[in-house]
């Protein structure tokens, strides 16, 4: 069962439920107020909870494939003074964890990883992780950009390779806590209102009563709960 169907059938249930005990006819008996239980959302069900503890179970990548995705994510996003790098937010973490959920990234990122080890046996007789870091740059200099005029599906592996590389780099990172207070997001807040535009309220012949326009768009009174008198006049 979906969690749109449990959660009907527990509104449903209790629905139901009330209707069996106390009848349809009204009573003239007190009856006992009973308190609705709460419906709360862990944010993940069962399954999904569950599935996620057999990926972190599983190991996907290598102690030799780590170091050096390691590198790769920390040249591709590298840390600073001001800001912080790919490893402070444990992007191969994510990549991991992205791979074992996400199979059909698996060839593309490992195979990527042995491409670097060969070019840099090649070029410079060590692994990559090896290199120095002038000679890893080097490396990714002839794969780090792409004509887009060329189709995906037409471009060298060790290109797409590093997109993908890249891409995840920049997902993990800036959808971790560090990234999003990197960037200042903070999430879905309200708008800031200022009533209708004065054009719009202009040419529909209507203008705002002071009173209501400093009680509804002050905002420095954003904060403050609006209350009514017993005559339904606003107060604040």
Known sequence: MDRRKSLKSIVLGSVAGGLAIHGCRPSTEETELVEAPKITYPGRVP?????????????????HEQETLTILCDLILPPSEEYKGASDADVVGFIEFMAKDVETLQPDIRGGLMWLDHKSNTEHGTEFKKATEQQQKDILDGIAYYDPKVPGNERPFEVNFFSLVRNLTMTGFYTSKIGMEEIGYKGNQPNVWDGVPDDVLEQHGVSYDEEWLAKCVDQSKRGVIAEWDENGNLLT
């Open 47 to 63: 399954q999904e909870l569950e599935h996620i503890a057999e990926l972190r179970d599983e190991q996907f990548l290598n102690p």
